[in-house]
């Protein structure tokens, strides 16, 4: 396994592999760019199939933060961390202590955060040992619902832009794969704005509720992306668009939560050839990381005002993004990349 020749490395400034004798832990910590202040990003922990995968995920995921909190207008730099293990069966407090202690040797170049496989629990856990968390019961706690909100403001541009819906999104459709913290979120919002909702997740009560609370119909975890939809909604794994799926989408919009939703940067350029509209994923899910850095960890008042305003200039720069891209023929994901590099080179 090389770090510099990985094809997911892209002039990372750290790559830290950390190791705990006594709780095994084995995590990942990748600095990607610290031009416009510390490293943000979340704590990840995946029962990765090896080291490569996980190392592949940090340095992507970390390269994404770089890109969100740029375009986000956020004094922050992008990093990410993995944890290797099954959240489910491997998690103690213990570990989650090692893993803060790890942290708290780069001196707060990174901050983590929570992703997924972590808890509120699990932050307050690292806090005991590293001041360099963010999203801890004592601070801003969870992240989901601004990041819920600001995909549903992105939704809302990307429906106004490729549909001509400007009165909001009465009876538009959507797809939404994944009802976690912040699918389950979004698809509320949409239900209350008059959407109607396709759903799909692996877990089956989480159907269940949206089926009960919202009306939404059930659709298989295989086939929701072809759902013949106006949106459909990624809001689970990453690489939903990729060789396979490109041909198979049904929706007009791709806008979702999901980090890293295209498997390949050339996917992008696929969908903007098929005319579907695609919401760059780090635009549009950039709701946490706006509330964490209005938080008291940052100095913040952790002002629910503020943030609102701050999630609903999501809507604004994507309309932007859309625009540019039009204008230039080119995809939008190309044009959000250079639109961040433009304020974090
Ligand atoms: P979560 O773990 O709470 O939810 C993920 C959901 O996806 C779960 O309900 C899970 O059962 C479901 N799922 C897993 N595999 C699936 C499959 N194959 N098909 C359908 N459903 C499947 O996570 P979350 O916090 O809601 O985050 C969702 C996505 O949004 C992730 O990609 C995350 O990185 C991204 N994101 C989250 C935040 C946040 O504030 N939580 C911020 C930015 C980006």
Not at 125 to 136: D, I, L, Q, R, S
Not at 240 to 261: C, P, R, T, Y
Not at 318 to 336: H, K, P, Q, W
């Amino acid at each position: 396994m090389s770090v510099y020749t990985a094809p997911a490395f892209d002039e990372h400034e750290n790559v830290l592999f950390g190791f705990d004798r006594e709780t095994g832990l084995r995590a990942i910590i990748a600095i990607h760019n610290t031009s416009l202040g510390p490293a943000v990003g979340g704590c990840r922990m995946w029962p990765y199939a090896d080291e490569a995968a996980a190392l592949e995920d940090a340095l992507r995921l970390s390269r994404g933060m770089t890109y969100k909190s740029a375009l986000a207008g956020l004094p922050f730099g992008g990093g990410k961390s993995v944890i290797i293990g099954d959240a489910r069966k491997d998690k103690t407090p213990a570990l989650m202590r090692a893993m803060g202690r790890i942290v708290d040797s780069l001196a707060g170049r990174y901050v983590a955060a929570e992703d997924i496989g972590m808890t509120v629990a699990d932050m307050d856990e690292m806090a005991k040992v590293t001041k360099h968390v963010t999203g801890t019961s004592a601070s801003s706690g969870n992240p989901s619902p601004y990041t819920g909100y600001g995909v549903f403001q992105g939704i809302r541009a990307a429906v106004a832009h490729k549909l001509g819906h400007n009165d909001g999104l009465a009876d538009v459709q959507v797809a939404i794969q994944g009802l976690g913290s912040v699918g389950f979120d979004l698809a509320r919002r949409l239900h209350e704005a008059g959407a109607r909702l396709q759903v799909a997740d692996i877990n089956g009560e989480a159907i269940t509720r949206a089926v009960d609370e919202f009306g939404a119909v059930p659709v298989d975890t295989h086939d929701v992306h072809g759902a013949d939809v106006d949106v459909f909604a990624p809001c689970a794994l990453g690489a939903v668009i990729n060789d396979q799926s490109v041909g198979e989408l049904g929706a007009k919009i791709i806008a979702g939560s999901a980090n890293n939703q295209l498997a390949d940067d050339r996917h992008g350029a696929e969908l903007a050839a098929r005319g579907i509209l695609n919401a760059p994923d780090y635009v549009i899910n950039a709701g946490g990381i706006i509330e964490i850095a209005h938080g008291t960890d940052f100095g913040g008042t952790h002002d629910d005002t503020a943030i609102f305003e701050h999630l609903d200039r999501i809507h604004d720069t994507l309309l932007e993004i859309f625009e540019r891209a039009d204008t230039e023929g080119a995809a939008t994901n190309f044009v959000a990349d250079q639109m961040a590099e433009e304020r974090f080179s």
